[in-house]
């Protein structure tokens, strides 16, 4: 019997999870604990990490996972390479439901970097006043470039803070380009930092950097090893239908 496990914490993560309780498929839905509130989920949920590969091996036999996909986020490189390693080593079918990253357009001015390190080496210079939409995992790294204003917007309240020069929004997505703009311009943003994460959910800045002639520095994804990639719920649910138990990923 099929029984799926989903690595959540994504807006694909959650409408994967939709379609697979309306038509009645097992499935379980796995957050890793990160925001204080997550939202609810129409799927059993479980929270936490499972202790690498052997952690995740150890729940996929105890639990009789027959099928896994990744939806996390394209920056959650730790999990994915572990949900690959583990499903290789249970031989359970895995399949990861992602989004294609956001390609610049025309007019917008994006300066690419390959990953955190290079955008916090690229913030060396005078103090600017920097929308840093990077979460709040890796605001600590960010502590190097102390002489910036930092614009956060977060999911929860943070306890401290690592940057001694910012403006804390809590508030959780999506969010409009109409909206972004007016937060751009009413705290005088002159660059915006952000992951290239794709999706609408978080575009709305890019839209708006673009109308006010705002730069970005844009952080490009980390590459995985290969696997079985999909872009839309029909896509995984064809994917389920057509890779049985043991066939490997
Ligand atoms: N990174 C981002 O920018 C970002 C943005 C939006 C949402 N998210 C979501 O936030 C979560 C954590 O992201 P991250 O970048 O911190 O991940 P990560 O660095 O790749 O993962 C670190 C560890 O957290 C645990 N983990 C991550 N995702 C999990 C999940 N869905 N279920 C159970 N355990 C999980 C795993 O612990 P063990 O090794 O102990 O199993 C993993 O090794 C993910 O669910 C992701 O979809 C991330």
Known sequence: MTNLLILGGTTEANALAKTLAKQGIPATYSYAGRVDNPRPQPLP??????GGVEGLVGYLRDHAITHV??????????????????????????????????????SDRWQHVPDLEAAVAALDGPKRRVFLAVGRLH????AAQPQHHFLLRLVDEPDTLPLPDCDVIVSRGPFTEAEDRALLQSHRIELVVSKNSGGTGARAKLDAARALGVPVLMIDRPTLPQRTEL?????????????GVNLGV
Request: hydrophobic content about 50%; charged content about 15%.
């Open 139 to 142: 605001l600590e790294e960010f």
């Open 231 to 243: 872009s839309n719920v029909a896509q995984v649910l064809d994917w389920v239908a057509h890779s």
């Open 45 to 50: 949920v479980r929270v936490g990490g499972f």
């Open 69 to 106: 996909v990744d939806a996390t986020h394209p920056f959650a490189a730790q999990m994915s390479t572990n949900a690959i390693a583990a499903c290789r080593e249970a031989a359970v079918p895995l399949s990861a439901l992602t989004r294609p990253s956001w390609c610049a357009q025309d």
